[in-house]
């Protein structure tokens, strides 16, 4: 899958260093100049048929409203759009395609140029990957010749949108289930083709879960693998007899168990006429039983059993227990469990008896700390339930809801332009949300005692930054009641510098995704709780600065029509 990067790799600068750190090419090779709006192209052959295809332009990509119904949003895909940029050039193949697909009155000069188009003369400036953001501000500023910008529009708006969507999604499902579960993505087989899937598996992880089942992702991005065994695997046996080989070496290799399944029976039976556990279940389902047997043996150190195929608390928790045990005679130590249907509450307590169950009446030390694991179709609002109502869950596989995007299909970025030839430009509606905030900016993060972030405060390129401790007017962008003056005790500019052209300004370099992650993990541990809330959550303070405020009208003014009445 890099071998995108050498196909599309730019003639200008092969290897692609920017200030001397060798970047990949896009990990998915679909990622290509093509991956466009038409749009985008006879939008270049107008630039440049006007002679304005080198006009500098600056274009902000945002997003206008916080998804699921909350207050905040993680920022993610950035760098999927620098790999992109690093390794930005069409083949002749590629061209031949859009000369056939526009107009045959398209000028041969056009096709000569997009043979030169790369990226050396544009500038990316954003917010961190991982980081916690808000509405209106900019989390790219996108700088350079017109043409070539707007030709990284689509392929810009398409990785950050399901990115951030999806990375948002998963630390809400973090923030409901607590920092102490273990969470599982679940979700390949549900997700939105094979893209989808690999995106959700990788963004999930960044959003805060701790592992995934997809095996791609795993290698592509280095993702802890989580998996045992499915419902199939059970009912695939019919009885332990069709165990052959049943030998089992002890943890340390000094022994061997010749009959491992008959020293399980031994441990079931014990189970049946124990004192504590008198009365909870008879005759367990043998297959069942086999099943589990048989895994275990496969995988001794890593037995993880799904115990609701048949019945959870009179065959699945007892058949695990003798398994475990049997393991533990050896020296092994088994997982957990797994439930993946019925009262997960209720089924998760009545397993943590058990377990104590057995610790406290054959003194295995930890036993009643064995793992639970639950799956089925778990949401947000399945996880606070379960809150509400108690259970002993340990871990959570979340797949469908998750992945998908369930709650809300989109985030619904854009990519305004609002600078050009150095003339600020400004985009109106009647739809006051829709209107765009002009110039080249800054933006800045403003914490105050508590060390929370109070607000965060775009302005001009050229204004003074904030200071600590000196007092700011915050303004409301397009309301003019809506103001407060603000004394911050820590001042966090947020652009930083990510792709810096043929200038010689020094480029960040990109984090590995287990450093976005405790980005994203340390960020969201930074906000307020009630900003953070799942219910009626408290909304985060955006504003603007005094001048960029008056700016913002005054071209505002200017630019819109005045009206005649007749």
Not at 127 to 146: A, H, N, Q, T
Not at 335 to 348: E, K, M, P, Q, T
């Amino acid at each position: 899958m890099e071998a995108a990067g050498a196909a599309n790799g730019p003639k200008k600068n092969d290897d692609q260093r920017n200030n001397g750190a060798k970047i990949d090419g896009p990990t998915n090779p679909m990622v290509t100049p093509l991956l466009t709006d038409l749009y985008q192209f006879t939008m270049a052959y107008a630039y440049w048929k006007a002679g304005k295809h080198n006009e500098r332009a600056v274009f902000d990509l945002y997003f206008r409203k916080n998804p699921f119904g909350g207050e905040y949003t993680i920022f993610a895909g950035l760098e999927d759009c620098i790999r992109f940029v690093a390794h930005f050039s069409l083949t002749e193949d590629e061209i031949a395609f859009v000369r056939a697909t526009l107009p045959a009155s398209c000028e041969d000069g056009f096709f000569d140029y997009l043979q030169s188009v790369d990226c050396s003369d544009i500038e990316i400036y954003s917010i961190s990957e991982g980081s916690v953001v808000f509405p209106k501000i900019p989390l790219m500023r996108v700088e350079g010749p017109i043409a070539v910008v707007q030709l990284l529009e689509t392929p810009f708006v398409n990785l950050i949108n399901y990115a951030s969507l999806v990375a948002t999604n998963a630390a809400r499902h973090r923030f409901v289930a607590g920092k102490s579960k273990l969470l599982l993505e679940f979700g390949l087989r549900r997700a939105q083709g094979p893209d989808g899937g690999i995106s959700a598996s990788k963004y999930c992880y960044m959003g805060g879960f701790d592992a995934t089942s997809n095996v791609a992702a795993g290698r592509l991005f280095g993702i802890p693998l989580r998996g045992t065994h499915s419902h199939a695997f059970v009912s695939s046996y019919m009885s332990p007899d069709e165990i052959l080989e049943k030998s089992l070496h002890s943890h340390d290799g000094s022994t061997v168990c010749e009959d491992f399944v008959s020293l399980v029976q031994t441990w079931l039976s014990k189970l049946k006429w124990s004192k504590q556990l008198a009365g909870i279940f008879g005759e367990t389902n043998q297959s069942e039983l086999a099943a589990f047997t048989s895994y275990a043996l496969a995988f001794p150190n890593n037995f993880l059993a799904l115990v609701d195929t048949y019945d959870v608390v009179r065959s699945g928790i007892p058949n695990f227990c003798a398994v475990a045990l049997a393991l533990n005679d050896l020296g092994h130590k088994a997982l957990g469990i797994r439930l993946d249907s019925g009262d997960l509450a209720y089924l998760s307590c009545e397993a943590r008896k058990f377990f104590h169950s057995i610790e406290k009446e054959f003194g295995v030390p930890d036993f009643g700390r064995t793992s639970i694991t639950a799956s089925n179709d778990l949401n947000e609002e399945t996880l606070d339930a379960l809150n509400k109502q108690g259970h002993e869950i340990d871990a959570f596989g979340i797949g469908t809801h998750l992945v998908t995007c369930y709650a809300q299909p989109a985030l619904g970025v854009v990519f305004k332009l609002v600078e050009i030839n150095n003339q600020p430009r400004i985009k109106l509606s009647e739809d006051v949300s829709k209107v765009s905030i002009p110039c080249k900016k800054r933006c800045y993060r403003l914490y105050g005692k508590e060390g929370y972030p109070l607000v965060d405060i775009i302005t001009g390129e050229n204004e003074p930054s904030p200071k600590v401790g000196e007092r700011i007017l915050c303004r409301h962008p397009f309301n003019e009641s809506k103001r407060a003056y603000v004394v911050p005790q820590k001042v966090e500019e947020l652009l930083k510098c990510y792709w810096s052209g043929n200038t010689d300004k020094t480029r960040e370099d990109l984090p590995s995704i287990k450093e976005i992650r405790n980005r994203c993990i340390e960020q969201l541990e930074q906000m307020r709780p009630d900003h953070m809330r799942r219910l009626n959550p408290t909304p985060y303070k955006v504003s603007v600065s005094a001048k960029l405020y008056d700016f913002i009208h005054f071209l505002w003014l200017n630019e819109a029509p005045v009206g005649e009445l007749q």
